[in-house]
């Protein structure tokens, strides 16, 4: 139930196109849902983040997408750019106690061709 | 704000030797977490601290890793004896536990026990 299932495993794109990775998960009680960008050599870094009071959030060409009723988010990323290729994680938190033990997906390594 | 600081970024260790692994949290950061990062099981929290006190080590893989957070500027996790299959890249975060982007990962330390 501490599950998130991310896909898919390797995405490839044409620059300018739009790049779509999606998750799910089962534990009702997740409500802090981030998404992190991962370079080589790097450590996951924070890219943008939603709490399933509202279904969606954009910032730039990232937009994350919320149904609470799937138990399902998923990241868009328009207008991906060559920059953009990274290994992208979706990762869900539940708050209280539990503060802080994030549940990973298995990530996404993408790629946007020039 | 430097960031999460980690050392070193690489060790090379023989099986059976102690390692030592270093973190400096964001400062007013309460919370600080330790994971692990390997393709078969990608990234796995070991164990986090509140306050500089640990309250969750279930994901410690066992006996032979323990992390200690002597000040709120300061963790370590070591591993004594170390065997090949604790190589991976070991990765420390810290957050504050409550803004959506407040959790932030430092660059990680490659471990290589041959």
């Known amino acids: 139930q501490q599950q998130v299932k991310q896909s898919p495993q390797s995405l490839i794109v044409q620059k300018g196109g739009i790049s779509i990775i999606n998750c799910a998960y089962e534990?009702?009680?997740?409500?802090?849902f981030p998404w992190y960008q991962q370079f080589p050599g790097k450590g996951p870094a924070l890219l943008i983040a939603?709490?399933?009071?509202?279904s969606e959030k954009k910032e730039g060409r990232f937009t994350i997408s919320f149904n609470k009723s799937a138990k399902q988010f998923s990241l868009h990323i328009m207008d991906s750019q060559p920059g953009d290729s990274a290994t992208y994680f979706c990762?869900?938190?539940?708050?209280?106690?539990?503060?802080?033990?994030?549940?990973f997906g298995q990530g996404t390594i993408l790629t946007v061709h020039p | 704000d430097a960031g999460v600081i980690q050392s070193p970024r690489h060790e090379v260790t023989e099986m059976g030797q102690e390692v030592t692994l270093r973190c400096k949290p964001i400062?007013?950061?309460?919370?600080l977490f330790w994971y692990r990062q390997t393709m078969m099981r990608g990234l796995e929290l070991l164990i986090y601290?509140?306050?500089?006190?640990?309250?969750?080590d279930s994901g410690m893989p066992e006996d032979r890793f323990s992390a200690k957070m002597p000040n709120a500027s300061f963790s370590t996790l070591k591993i004594q004896p170390s065997e090949p299959r604790d190589s991976a890249v070991y990765f420390c975060?810290?957050?504050?536990?409550?803004?959506?982007?407040?959790?932030?990962f430092g660059s990680g330390t490659r471990l290589t026990v041959v």
């Open positions: 975060a810290s957050s504050d536990g409550r803004s959506l982007y407040g959790y932030t």
């Open positions: 534990n009702t009680a997740f409500d802090y």
């Open positions: 939603i709490r399933p009071d509202v």
């Open positions: 990762a869900a938190d539940r708050g209280g106690t539990s503060y802080g033990k994030l549940t």
């Open positions: 400062s007013g950061h309460d919370y």
């Open positions: 601290f509140n306050n500089n006190v640990p309250i969750d």
